[in-house]
């Protein structure tokens, strides 16, 4: 068994053949609560000592092409006002942020595919959007596991993204492979 689980939403973003067999790799399904539930279940049968994610966003700004690495995930769809401002679980002791410990990117987390201006991701400095990692981070975070992240820029998360990504869901696949070769996983 390997010391690392990658975690991919779907398998058309990454066929898992492409890999050594010492890697496992978990298709967690879309959205928040399909990530926090398949991640800690990933966990108990793997014992994984680093958690790696690796799927599309959108992208928020305009210099992130590519595959980029996230240093930093937030909620972008946790809204409670006034509970508590946008980002944040009210009533919550917990981190309202995650940071990977590398450098990167800041990544919004939520349950909602984004085809629209939103200045409130302008403002928190938010350089793409997914659906999962936000969920994906916090189970690492809970049972004390490292985590990173790396997202292929799939569209512009615009009126155009659901064509963008239907189109691009899987242009990621070797960037995302040539990345883990630098990291010695393969």
Known sequence: MSNTVILVALASE???????????????GVGKVNA????????SQY????????????GISAHCTGLVK???VIQRDMVAEPLAPRGVTPLSNGPHEFISGHEGITCGTGDSFVTSHDQWLHDKEIDVVDMELYAIA???HRMGI?????KF???NANNEAANEWNEKINQGESLFLQELKKISLV
Do not use: M, Q
């Not at 926090?36 to 966990?43: F, P």
């Open 70 to 72: 996230v240093g930093r």
């Open 153 to 155: 820029v799939s569209d």
């Open 14 to 28: 990454f066929n898992r053949a492409e890999l050594p067999p010492h890697l496992s790799v978990v298709y967690t």
């Open 36 to 43: 926090a539930l398949t991640t800690l279940s990933a966990i």
């Open 47 to 58: 014992k994984p000592k680093h958690i790696i994610n690796f799927g599309t966003a959108g």
């Open 138 to 140: 916090a189970a690492a």
């Open 146 to 150: 490292p985590w990173s992240a790396y």
